[in-house]
């Protein structure tokens, strides 16, 4: 080897040795520090993050209490093994059929008050006729065959019974619309997709809720009740445009004057 390669070769053995020094020394920094070895040589020296301490547990606290909203539920239309008899005529036929066709006594007791005021002999113009005020065809589709039978309390409770709950079973125990139906027809409560428009049926509906103590329900199922704009002494009511005459709808299908 001549004497012109010799300081090549021992510069080049202190280079290496230099870089193994300092990666040896990253390798076994003290354990607050952090070295990092330059990519030109030379050693960085940073200081080594502290742990985060664990994040605390949630504090546990009491569950809150729902708010008790002073309204009343409707009533679960079909029969519940805690239903009462109601207070009223007829309420032993009344309970038992309920019973046999699953129905909620009350709602029944309240539909006949509705309808005949518990006159077994009450008969309208359409021809709906008994306690629960039945039209023959109807009576018929429910078992009752004889128009004579209409007028039989037991009898026509049976079947006005059996078309509550069949009612009820085709609107899936939505009390607001079983109730429209009874008044308006199942049609005319499928058409509009709820309580029908009609203000007998909505004078209706409300007066099955009244009797049921669940008046404070109806503002969400009706919009409130038309109210006369009367101008305060020495004003005039503004001018307003003349309204549209407005399409007159055809008759709902099997909606028939005060009968079922």
């Not at 004497?3 to 202190?14: D, G, M, N, Q, V």
């Not at 309240?110 to 709906?128: H, N, T």
């Not at 709820?194 to 103590?213: C, D």
């Amino acid at each position: 080897m001549t004497s012109a390669r010799r300081p090549t070769i021992l510069l080049l053995a202190a280079c290496l040795a230099a870089a193994a020094v300092p990666a040896r020394a990253a390798q076994e920094s003290p354990p607050d520090l952090l070295l990092l070895t330059l990519p030109g040589g030379g050693v960085t020296v940073f200081q080594r993050p502290a742990p985060q301490p664990p994040a605390p547990a949630p504090l546990a606290t009491a569950p809150i209490a729902p708010v008790a909203f002073q309204i009343a539920s409707p009533p679960i239309l079909p029969f519940s093994a805690h239903d009462s008899r109601p207070n009223t005529p007829y309420s032993d036929l009344i309970y038992k059929a309920a019973r046999r066709h699953a129905v909620n006594p009350h709602v029944v007791a309240a539909v006949i008050e509705a309808e005949s005021d518990f006159q077994p002999k009450a008969k309208s113009r359409a021809g709906a006729c008994g306690l629960m005020q039945l039209l023959p065809e109807t009576a018929r589709r429910f078992g009752l065959m004889r128009k004579r039978d209409l007028f039989n309390p037991a009898k026509n409770i049976e079947a006005g019974v059996r078309y509550i709950g069949w009612l009820t079973q085709r609107f899936g125990g939505d009390l607001a619309r079983f109730v429209a139906a009874y008044n308006a027809g199942e049609g005319a409560v499928d058409r509009f997709g709820g309580v029908p428009p009609f203000q007998e049926t909505q004078s209706y509906l409300r007066r099955i809720y009244g009797t049921l103590g669940l008046s404070s329900l109806i503002s969400a199922i009706l919009p409130p009740p038309p109210q006369a704009v009367f101008p305060a002494a020495g004003e005039t009511l503004a001018a307003t445009a003349p309204m549209a005459p407005m399409a007159v709808l055809p008759p709902v299908a099997g909606l028939v004057d005060g009968g079922h």
